[in-house]
């Protein structure tokens, strides 16, 4: 417990002083009870000496009275009790008693001097003297002398009162007391005194601070003290003095700066409402640039189709060598500035932040297969051997952005041709498994090109940046294709990194983060083992990491300068087979007849057989091969599924009667699809009726639906492989439709291709999640329709994803002609007339929802409009249609007339169409 400031003061004053009051006092008033108590002692005795001589004389005379009178004359005083005077023979003689009465005595008295309380008891002896007349004389003599004259006659006893003595004594105590006590209370007072000259300034002190700490800053003390409390007064107004004028100059400088800040806001204000301004701005800016880029994308790929399509026409003439190289230039010129254009395009939707990252789940060896079988015919026309080398099994399915990684690869396998004159370019990925399922895909690009050297390799990823910006450069581009790499690779979450050495070659690695990894359960073909031999070691390590991936067992990768005939070789089922690797430069000198491959005129002994695989997709080459070599030729980027069915085959089959026409099974298989049924789900009669004719022409078996409701009834009665949806149907849309065949009919297993004329990528993704395997934009070209097809039914049997590109070997450059049109160009008569019926009615239905109001009616029946134009091949009739649904989209009101300016140039170019028909 904490005592107060006045409380310690009083303890400090009093405490020594009542310490010191009660010991001295104590020991003065003992020393004077003591006093009075020897004193009385002293008298008692006196008295007894006394009256011993004087009785003497009435002892010997025996004279009673004399000895009665002087009894009772002393016990006349206050402090004798009793007298009493003995002979010789101790016979009392005389006594008297006083006559006063014993009076109680406090009791405290003989608790504080125990001897007070005493019977005070006095005797003397009466003794002769020699000389009796000089009685008087010896009272001044010695006594001690005179007892050992006199003889004893008799005694006296003298017995005194202790009242007055202790009332003497208590008379003394009380006096004494009671000065220590008054003592006390003057040292209280004055302690009291001094404490509160103490406390109160400090007070004073506390209570000017709190009423200084609730805001009374003008509180002040006034100084009426001395000494150190004066000071302690002084400093508080001091200090509440300079807290005051801070304070006020705080509050000034607050003012002053919430003043200032307020000018601020209102700059800030009037800088947002500019920067406001300046963003709708600059978002009208953009929306202008992109509608400028669609259309000037629209614009271009119009007569670039024109240009492909007369082209591959001119071709098919009787043209001459000189003739034939002016085409290819053209087309390859084309594919350059289309190629210019999409980088363009890319760049600047990455710029604008509208490419988004999707996470949907395919197979990493398909996709690479696909850019494999894509980019080899430019590789092998330059002499170079393109390679797909896995570094490690790749697991069957991984989640990521498909789409951009195909666009990342396909572009440094472009550049890496491009600056690659002799050698090879080769395709490396692994899969860097982490924890619960995530990992890294690592993808390669290496090439024996002419490298980068280091001081260029910081600009190597600026946009419009040529390394070579000479105008004697050898290499064409517009400085994009890596900067929409790096760009898109770190939109991903990954990265890209380059290795490179002038003169020797460059190394293009991209890491690019994985969200699950789904490995395969087995290999579905049992596959013999195998020694592989190839004359360029980069080939064997290739086909090495093929086989690995699809789980050979390989014998001794070597090289074609020792003969082959491996020591574990076995006979009969336990042979191995011999697969035979040649690179693009000896291809060439064999077809040439210019060399051959040591030891290969005449395969080896102890193989079950061999199989070839090649640098080149051309299949006349292919077969001059076969010829030559009495043994199955492949390409060297033929697909895995390819690869397993031959030398699956080959296991049972020696060389001689091994089908040689795998490769030409596989072209028409892909390209066409007998035996298969499908469902043809399209609300435009015209399109309807090209699909159909399409896929008819193809082999397959068709039935078309014009609704949804129509193809929930054809489900219920027949069963097809695949199916392919329109997304906008009236009634039930084709994503309602799809989820309802998925869910009520059974279609869990087979494949829902989407037919839209949006491109979008929102769209795209809709299509994904609404439960569809693949989105196919309009117009569709045949090729593409049948391949995408059997691709997705083939997905499926096989358990992988849907998402991805075919293994195809089918031929890059074909048609570009609308589905409507032949080859030629020219519009089908049957197309046109359905057309020219169906055309009038539905401007007449479009205009009738545009004066209702009706947007939504509007909308769908110009996309039905856009759709035919885009199967027949009318560019300016499909643009109208476009132009009219990105003004609904955009909810523009119909008051300010752009809906019916734009719907006066639908109709003036339907009117053309219309025209152009009937001439």
Not at 762 to 788: M, N, Q, Y
């Amino acid at each position: 417990m904490r005592l107060r400031l006045r409380t310690q003061i009083l303890l400090i004053a009093l405490l020594p002083t009542a310490l010191v009051a009660f010991v001295i006092g104590g020991y003065l008033l003992m020393t004077r009870v003591a006093d009075l108590h020897e004193s009385q002692i002293r008298l008692g005795e006196t008295i007894a000496e006394h009256l011993a001589p004087a009785s003497e004389f009435a002892v010997l005379s025996g004279d009673r009275r004399v000895l009665e009178r002087l009894t009772n004359q002393l016990v006349q005083k206050d402090n004798v009790w009793q007298v009493s005077i003995y002979d010789a023979e101790d016979r009392l003689l005389a006594e008297a008693t006083s006559s006063l009465e014993k009076s109680d005595v406090p009791g405290w008295i003989g608790w504080f001097y125990p001897g007070s309380s005493e019977r005070l008891l006095f005797e003397a002896p009466i003794e002769i003297a020699d000389d009796p007349i000089g009685d008087f004389e010896g009272l001044f003599s010695d006594p001690e002398t005179a007892a050992t004259n006199d003889a004893v006659i008799g005694r006296v006893v003298v017995e005194l009162s202790s009242q007055p003595l202790q009332s003497r004594q208590a008379e003394v105590l009380r006096f004494g007391s009671l000065l220590i006590l008054v003592g006390l209370i003057i040292a209280f007072a004055l302690a009291t005194r001094a404490g509160l000259n103490i406390v109160r300034p400090i007070n004073n002190v506390v209570q000017a601070f709190r009423q200084f700490g609730n805001g009374d800053l003008n509180t002040r003390v006034s100084v009426q003290s001395r000494g150190e409390t004066a000071l302690l007064e002084q400093g508080f107004n001091d200090l509440a003095a300079e807290i005051q004028t801070s304070r006020e100059r705080m509050e000034a400088e607050i003012e002053q700066a919430t003043s200032e800040l307020q000018e601020t806001l209102e700059a800030v204000e009037i800088q947002n409402v500019e920067l406001d301004l300046a963003r709708k701005r600059a978002e009208e800016s953009n929306r202008i640039k992109s509608e400028f880029l669609a259309n000037i994308s629209h614009e271009i790929r119009t007569p670039m189709n024109a240009i492909f399509g007369y082209t591959q026409l001119l071709a098919r003439t009787t043209a001459n060598d000189s003739q034939k190289d002016y085409i290819q230039t053209i087309q390859r010129s084309a594919e350059s500035l289309l190629a210019l254009l999409e980088d363009v395009l890319n760049l600047s939707r990455i710029e604008a932040g509208r490419v988004e990252v999707d996470n949907n789940p395919f197979s990493p060896e398909a996709l690479f297969e696909e850019l494999i079988t894509i980019m080899a015919p430019a590789a092998h026309e330059k002499g170079l051997d393109l390679l797909w080398c896995p570094e490690s099994p790749l697991p069957s399915q991984v989640h990521g952005d498909a789409v951009k990684l195909r666009q990342i690869v396909s572009n440094l396998l472009s550049n890496a041709c491009k600056f690659t004159d002799q050698g090879s370019v080769s395709l490396k990925a692994r899969v860097e498994s982490k924890a619960e399922g995530r990992g890294w895909l690592v993808v390669k690009v290496e090439d024996t090109g002419i490298g980068i050297r280091d001081s260029d390799l910081p600009r190597l990823f600026q946009a419009f940046t040529q390394l070579d910006s000479s105008s004697s450069r050898r290499h064409q581009g517009a400085g994009l294709g890596l900067v929409i790499c790096d760009q898109l690779s770190r939109l991903m979450g990954g990265n890209i990194h380059v290795d490179s050495q002038a003169g020797v070659g460059s190394t293009f690695s991209v890491h690019i983060p994985l969200d699950a990894i789904e490995h395969a359960d087995g290999n579905a073909q049992i596959i013999p083992p195998i020694l592989v031999q190839a004359q360029d070691k980069s080939i064997a390590s290739s086909l090495a990491g093929r086989l690995t991936q699809i789980g050979g067992r390989i014998l001794e990768p070597s090289v074609a300068d020792d003969k082959p005939g491996p020591k574990d070789a076995g006979k009969g089922d336990d042979a191995p087979l011999l697969l035979i690797g040649l690179s693009r430069r000896e291809v060439v000198a064999m077809i040439r007849g210019d060399a051959s491959l040591p030891g290969l005129q005449k395969l080896p002994e102890g193989f079950r057989t061999s199989v070839v695989l090649a640098s080149t997709q051309d299949s006349i080459e292919l077969e001059s091969l076969r010829t030559r070599l009495g043994a199955p030729c492949l390409p060297m980027t033929c697909s895995r599924s390819l690869l397993e069915k031959t030398l699956a085959a080959a296991k049972d089959e020696q060389a001689d009667t091994l089908p040689v026409a795998l490769l030409g099974e596989e072209i028409s298989e892909q390209s066409h699809l007998s035996g298969l049924r499908l469902m043809v789900v399209e609300d435009n009669r015209i399109n309807r009726h090209l699909t159909t004719e399409f896929l008819e022409s193809a082999g397959a078996s068709v039935r078309a639906a014009v609704d949804g409701h129509d193809a929930l009834d054809i489900a219920a009665q027949w069963k097809p492989d695949a199916v392919l949806m329109d997304i906008q149907l009236p009634d039930m849309d084709g994503l309602e439709t799809s989820q309802r065949l998925r869910k009520g009919f059974g279609y869990d297993r087979i494949p829902i291709l989407a037919l839209t004329a949006s491109a979008s990528e929102e769209e795209h993704r809709r299509c994904l999640r609404g439960g569809l395997d693949a989105v196919l934009v309009k117009p569709v070209r045949a090729e593409t329709l049948i391949s995408r097809v059997r691709r997705a039914i083939e997905d499926y049997a096989e358990e992988t994803p849907t998402s991805e590109t075919p293994e195809t070997t089918l031929p890059r450059k074909t048609s570009r002609q609308p589905m409507g049109r032949d080859a030629s160009g020219k519009l089908r008569a049957d197309i046109a007339d359905m057309v020219a019926s169906d055309l009038p009615s539905q401007l007449s239905t479009a205009r009738t929802f545009l004066e209702k109001g009706d947007l939504k009616g509007l909308d769908s029946e110009v996309h039905t409009i856009k759709g035919t134009a885009a199967f027949c091949g009318f560019p300016d009739l499909q643009a109208a249609c476009e132009a009219i649904r990105l003004a609904i989209a955009e909810t523009r009101a119909n008051p300010d007339g752009h809906l019916e300016t734009l719907m006066e140039t639908l109709e003036r170019e339907a009117q053309q169409v219309l025209d152009e028909l009937k001439g």
